[in-house]
């Protein structure tokens, strides 16, 4: 793909998802939630997940911060849809490879890597590096709320 193309597509896409996130709004009765927050752009977000048995069935998102992070949470929160837990960690560390790259600790991929989608065009952002952690903020985010099971939550680990 030509990289004048590639941009557009970005672009478009950031736009877009902005202007209409998807899945933004409080969520009822979330199993696992998490906030995050960006010190060097503000970008602030809530994450509410509801999971049933291990199998990811709503994700929805509040919160405020630029066209990025809103972009990036938008497009995970769609990435998210229907996937089980081990699925979502699969994704989250593909993202952050095509972003940051992997980090010295990291094991390598045991599974097929899966189709990062719309998700892959976001690797634009990494012409403005300052910018990547507005892009990766919500996934830290989805990590930690994955690991944090709210008190009373009826889905099993
Ligand atoms: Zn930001």
């Given at each position: 793909?030509?990289?004048?193309?590639?941009?557009?597509?970005?672009e478009?896409?950031?736009?877009?998802?902005?202007?209409d996130?998807?899945?933004?709004?409080?969520?009822?009765d979330?199993?696992?939630?998490?906030?995050?927050?960006?010190?060097?752009?503000?970008?602030?977000?809530?994450?509410?997940?509801?999971?049933?048995?291990?199998?990811?069935?709503?994700?929805?998102?509040?919160?405020?911060g630029?066209?990025?992070?809103?972009?990036?949470?938008?497009?995970?929160?769609?990435?998210?849809?229907?996937?089980?837990?081990?699925?979502?960690?699969?994704?989250a560390?593909?993202?952050?490879?095509?972003?940051?790259?992997?980090?010295?600790?990291?094991?390598?991929?045991?599974?097929e890597?899966v189709?990062?989608?719309?998700?892959?065009?976001?690797?634009?952002?990494?012409?403005?590096p300052?910018?990547?952690?507005c892009?990766t903020?919500?996934?830290?985010?989805?990590?930690?709320?994955?690991?944090?099971?709210?008190?009373?939550a009826?889905?099993?680990?």
């Open positions: 793909m030509l990289d004048q193309e590639f941009r557009e597509i970005y478009d896409l950031i736009l877009d998802h902005q202007q996130p998807r899945n933004f709004g409080p969520m009822t979330p199993t696992h939630r998490a906030d995050g927050f960006n010190r060097s752009c503000g970008d602030l977000i809530h994450l509410s997940l509801k999971l049933d048995d291990d199998r990811i069935q709503e994700v929805k998102f509040t919160g405020s630029c066209a990025i992070s809103t972009a990036s949470a938008s497009l995970m929160t769609e990435a998210l849809q229907g996937k089980t837990r081990a699925e979502a960690e699969i994704l560390k593909q993202f952050r490879e095509l972003l940051i790259g992997s980090l010295p600790g990291d094991k390598p991929l045991t599974t890597p189709d990062l989608g719309d998700l892959q065009f976001l690797s634009g952002v990494k012409q403005f300052i910018r990547v952690k892009a903020l919500c996934w830290h985010t989805l990590e930690a709320a994955l690991n944090r099971k709210l008190d009373g009826s889905s099993t680990e």
